[in-house]
């Protein structure tokens, strides 16, 4: 099953612009994670924020959390034709005794030239 | 490079067949995590290894089995393939069972015909 849902689904802009996606989830969370994903390929993982933190900052990217609302959203300021991948949200479960992660189903962040 | 391959990059099997997909781990990382990804899903647990032996399991049919071996590497065996099977297979290690930092390899790309 899917613990956070990514939104938009997909998203059309041009270079130089902010993109803003965001991820809502189910649980209570120890921390949340952003990841992006080029082409189907693997993962990079871009961004930790802790539960206890409201807003992130590395390099281009700002991650903020509203843990009232249990909800997250990464910024992409000046976006860039490089930028264009997939970006997914993913939490923690800790149930069992070990840690898995918990993805949303993504955003499809496409940056035109 | 997050220092995690995997092995083969692409793959096409026929339905009821069996596949064996291969992760080498980072050097001293004791904890590897299977990953299935659908086309436009985001990532699902699979299980996760841990010391070599299975340490928590997601919402997968026991087809689905693994092994670690103590130099890193890993296996995941998918038997009696099906047409669903077709999917993006992802292994993360960690460097114990109970950290937040998962380091994806390239992935797996399975076609099941």
């Known amino acids: 099953s899917q613990q956070g849902e990514e939104d938009p689904q997909a998203l059309s802009i041009q270079e130089g612009e902010n993109a803003t996606m965001n991820c809502s989830y189910k649980?209570?969370?120890?921390?949340l994670q952003w990841y992006r994903q080029n082409s189907g390929r693997g993962l990079v993982h871009l961004i930790l924020?802790?539960?206890?933190?409201r807003e992130k900052h590395s390099g281009r990217l700002r991650v903020t959390l509203d843990t009232s609302k249990k909800s997250s959203s990464l910024l992409i300021t000046a976006s860039r034709a490089a930028d264009t991948a997939s970006y997914f949200c993913?939490?923690?479960?800790?149930?069992?005794?070990?840690?898995?992660?918990?993805f949303g189903a993504g955003t499809r962040l496409a940056v035109h030239p | 490079e997050t220092g995690v391959t995997q092995s083969p990059t692409h793959l096409i099997k026929t339905r009821g067949q069996q596949v064996t997909l291969r992760c080498s781990s980072q050097?001293?990382?004791?904890?590897v995590s299977w990953y299935q990804q659908a086309l436009g899903q985001g990532p699902q647990f699979i299980f996760q290894?841990?010391?070599?032996?299975?340490?928590g399991r997601g919402n997968f049919p026991p087809r689905f089995s693994g092994l670690q071996f103590p130099n890193y590497s890993s296996e995941l065996n998918v038997n009696a393939l099906e047409l669903d099977d077709s999917a993006l297979y992802l292994c993360?290690?960690?460097?114990?069972?109970?950290?937040?930092?998962?380091?994806f390899g390239p992935g797996t790309r399975l076609t099941v015909t």
């Open positions: 993360a290690s960690t460097l114990e069972a109970a950290s937040y930092e998962q380091y």
């Open positions: 649980t209570s969370i120890n921390n």
């Open positions: 924020i802790r539960s206890n933190e």
């Open positions: 993913a939490t923690y479960d800790i149930s069992g005794g070990y840690n898995k992660l918990i």
């Open positions: 050097s001293g990382h004791n904890t």
């Open positions: 290894y841990y010391r070599e032996e299975e340490n």
